[in-house]
């Protein structure tokens, strides 16, 4: 069984998620990049990749705008990521649902400049809106009702029981809990862009018996170093005509 991480697996949301990452840091509502000032965007691009839960994302903008603007060419270390994250006092949960909050305003407010901030990742979505027919299963930090609207808007079918999400700041651990009491398959196979989130998996659910199969998805928010990370850590790095060959 085939599972699929969303942002940057299957949809290129990083506009999106950068001007609502903005928006929950200052609590007022932003529609468009270029209201971010271009050294920060650039800075919050180029540092995406260490985001894991979404909540963490208005924590990473506000290092963008007091310091990473200023060297906006700046990667920043896991040392110095994780250090960051260290610094602020809000509970992660609080963090993802205000991200969440904000998110449900701008589409409120202007649901096109909200799709128009998202892309699916081509031709990978036209060959499961060709293959899946429904049964596509989602396993992401992103809230479901944005992955059901972005499915619909960009027309591929999912059943909205079959979105694992970040509601309520659940984890991937126990939602992929959720998938195998569900489907009750002998084996997996979870496709990620986050060498970090492949990694909780395979703690957790491989300690003994290998259950799940793990494959690090080369397109996605990736770091410099995370091919060899992944490979090293035992992950099969995939690209994107591989997947389709496999999906085929």
Known sequence: MLIFDFDGVLMDSLPEMAVTAYSTLKGELITKLDQIPEGALESYFRNR???????????????????????????LSQE????????????????????FEMRG?????????????NAPVQPLWRLLAEKQKGSLV??????REAVVALCKHFDLEISSDNVYSGDSG???????KQIM????????????????????????FNKGEKVVEL?????????PNDVRLATSSGYRAVTINELMQFLR
């Open 80 to 99: 110095e990521y994780d250090s960051i994250l260290r610094e602020n006092d809000e509970p992660i949960v609080q963090r993802t649902t205000r991200f």
């Open 49 to 75: 990749f260490h985001i894991q839960p979404i909540g963490d994302a208005p924590v990473l903008m506000k290092w963008c705008l007091e310091t990473g603007q200023f060297d906006h060419g700046k990667v």
């Open 181 to 204: 009491q569900r489907f009750k398959h002998s084996n997996y196979t979870f496709i990620d862009d986050s060498v970090k989130n492949l990694r909780e998996i395979d703690e957790h």
């Open 215 to 223: 494959l690090f998805a080369t397109w996605g928010y990736t770091g």
């Open 138 to 143: 989602v396993l992401t930090n992103k809230n």
């Open 170 to 176: 659940t984890t991937k651990i126990d939602n992929m």
């Open 105 to 117: 305003r701008f589409k409120k407010k202007d649901i096109d400049a909200w799709f128009k901030l």
